[in-house]
């Protein structure tokens, strides 16, 4: 096999995460508009490429009130940072269907590395003559390295945020059977 460009089928697709509150709890959320490049090679999977673009405006908490909290400048600023960035910089095959992808992601202007632990579930062709390919990924980020400070202290101690955020990305990508294959390019 080469190296194969695929998209993603958001209707299949998520970008969840979850964050403590009040320290016994989990809100859960999600980023409902998004795009990005997927390069894969299923034989060769270090020569695989990544780079997603999420709209930080379509974060969804199903809490209008905190959604616009943290759209504002106490959290993602999304008038002054539209998008989070994540750019793979290199995909390990770790065992059969286990990858490890590293990338830069960038938050608020900050850019951190960060790994993403995947399973690829394989591929399949749709009923349409595309093939198919399932992705589960997670990884946990400090909110506060990416600018996220924003807490509340409680009167019974403790604070309002946790500072681990739980990030789990359900992926399905789409192959058309005229898509070509990607021709490799040196990566800086």
Do not use: C
């Not at 795009?35 to 695989?48: I, K, M, R």
């Not at 909290?69 to 106490?74: C, E, I």
């Not at 608020?108 to 749709?126: C, H, M, N, S, W």
């Amino acid at each position: 096999m080469a190296l194969e460009r695929w998209s993603f089928d958001l209707v299949h697709s998520s970008i969840n995460f979850w964050v403590r509150h009040m320290m016994v709890s989990k809100v859960h959320g999600r980023f409902g508009q998004w795009t990005g490049t997927l390069d894969f090679d299923e034989q060769n999977p270090s020569a695989s490429r990544l780079d997603v673009q999420i709209d930080a405006a379509s974060i969804d908490t199903r809490e209008a009130q905190r959604d616009a909290h943290l759209k504002s400048a106490d959290f993602f600023d999304v008038e002054k940072y539209p998008q989070l960035t994540f750019k793979g910089t290199q995909v390990t095959s770790t065992a059969p269907g286990v990858l490890q992808v590293a990338g830069d992601l960038t938050i608020r202007g900050i850019t951190k590395p960060v790994v993403l632990a995947v399973e690829y579930a394989g591929r399949a062709k749709d009923p349409y003559g595309a093939e198919r390919a399932g992705f589960s990924a997670k990884a946990t980020l400090h909110r506060k390295d990416f600018g996220l400070t924003w807490n509340k202290a409680l009167e019974a101690g403790g604070v309002a945020l946790g500072d681990a955020i739980e990030i789990n990305l359900e992926i399905e990508a789409v192959r058309k059977p005229e898509a070509a294959t990607v021709q490799s390019e040196t990566r800086a």
